[in-house]
Each structure stands twice: as C-alpha cells, then as structure tokens.
C-alpha cells in the first residue's frame, strides 16, 4: 500500500496546549496536503506545502516537510475545542496525474 | 475556500436497488473530480479519477459495472452505485480538482446505508 502513516493515531490534549501530528510517506512528491475532517463530515482543505519548501504557516497551523525523511508535521498551537477533528495528510505524488493519497488520519481530541 | 455542494447527505435504500450521488462545483470549473470511500475511523481510498468529457479512470479492484461515474459537464460528476448491497454501506465523498491552486475541495460526503 502507497497510503502514508500518521502518527499518533489519536492526541488528547488541553486548551491551549500545543498539537503535533506526524505524517510519513512512501514515494517522491510535488506537495504534501493536510486536511480536517469533523466526525462524519467533508473534508476541509488546510495547508498545501510544496516539495521544494521545508515550513509553512497559516496562522495557529505551522506545517514542515522533510523530503530526505519522507515525512511532515502538523503544529497547531493555542489548541482550542473546535479544533477537535480527525486531521489527514495527503500526497500528491509525481506521475499520478493529482491523485491524492490519504494518511491514515489523527483524531485530535481538546477539551476545555 | 471553493464550494463543492454533494447531494444527497444520506440515503437509505433496500438491496438491490441503483443510488446516484451528484458531486457539484459550485464556483469553479473542474475537468477533474475525485470518488473517495471511507469507512468508519478510516482514512479516504480513491475509488476513482472523473474526467469530463471522457471515461472515469477507476482504481484496482473498484468495479467499474458497480460505480457508474459520469461527468458530463465542468462542474457536475455522477456516482451511481448500482444494485446497491449492504455490503456497499459506507460514507463516499467527493472532490473537485481547482487546477489553478491544485487543491482538491471536498463535498460535505454521503452516508449510503443499503438494508
């Protein structure tokens, strides 16, 4: 299977604090994608990092992609309730026309 | 962020029956959309690449005779799940490709429950 892992499958955390998701992939990449999905809804798109950038920020998120590694991380700082939502990485792989393959997903849990 | 409207959100239908899902980009044009299956607390697996004007180009082990695609216009793509079984339960979604940003912006997904 090409579908990259994430890590941890599952983050409890307070208010306030931090979250750091983790995403390894498998093959050589154009972008690295992530997104939020709320229980039982679509997928909301958040951040695109492209495969020559190593951070980008998009206020509370910070994204990094490590090519060498094969992997990227997801901060969300300040964490609040709503942020409550699985959160998936996707690639977008050379040669594959755009197609994205999903990470197995992390279920971020804040609690007040 | 661009608007992908999916329709309907849930469907309940008896065994055997044909269920279709629309998938609409509502303020852009899309010659690319995207079928996605998730399964409870699961990641996404592509189903299948819709592409106007031409025939859906489906991944391995997705039955082409089972899930109609029809993209027949820049912003609607058809998902026709036919002689549904239970089996066939689950949530599918959507997406449309923005060529300009090359993101893909989601519908809100389909909660198909075959009895």
């Known amino acids: 299977s090409q579908q990259g892992e994430e890590d941890p499958q599952a983050l409890s955390i307070q208010e306030g604090e931090n979250a750091t998701m983790n995403c390894s992939y498998k093959?050589?990449?154009?972008?690295l994608q992530w997104y939020r999905q709320n229980s039982g809804r679509g997928l909301v798109h958040l951040i695109l990092?492209?495969?020559?950038?190593r951070e980008k920020h998009s206020g509370r998120l910070r994204v990094t992609l490590d090519t060498s590694k094969k992997s990227s991380s997801l901060l969300i700082t300040a964490s609040r309730a709503a942020d409550t939502a699985s959160y998936f990485c996707?690639?977008?792989?050379?040669?594959?026309?755009?197609?994205?393959?999903f990470g197995t997903g992390t279920r971020l849990q804040v609690t007040l | 962020g661009a608007v992908v409207s999916q329709h309907p959100s849930r469907v309940i239908c008896k065994s055997g029956t044909s269920v279709k899902i629309e998938c609409r980009s509502l303020?852009?044009?899309?010659?690319?959309m995207f079928w996605y299956r998730q399964f409870p607390k699961k990641s996404l697996m592509l189903m299948a690449t819709?592409?106007?004007?031409?025939?859906?180009?489906?991944e391995q082990g997705v039955e082409k005779d089972k899930f109609l695609i029809n993209h027949a216009s820049l912003t609607l793509s058809t998902l026709t799940v036919t002689s549904a079984h239970p089996e066939d339960s689950s949530f599918y979604i959507c997406?449309?490709?923005?060529?300009?940003?090359?993101?893909?912006?989601f519908g809100a997904g389909t909660r198909l429950s075959v009895l």
């Open positions: 997406s449309a490709r923005q060529v300009a940003k090359n993101i893909q912006y």
């Open positions: 990092i492209r495969s020559n950038e």
């Open positions: 093959t050589s990449i154009n972008n």
């Open positions: 996707a690639t977008d792989a050379t040669g594959t026309a755009s197609k994205l393959t």
């Open positions: 303020d852009f044009q899309a010659t690319t």
């Open positions: 819709s592409n106007e004007g031409s025939k859906a180009t489906y």
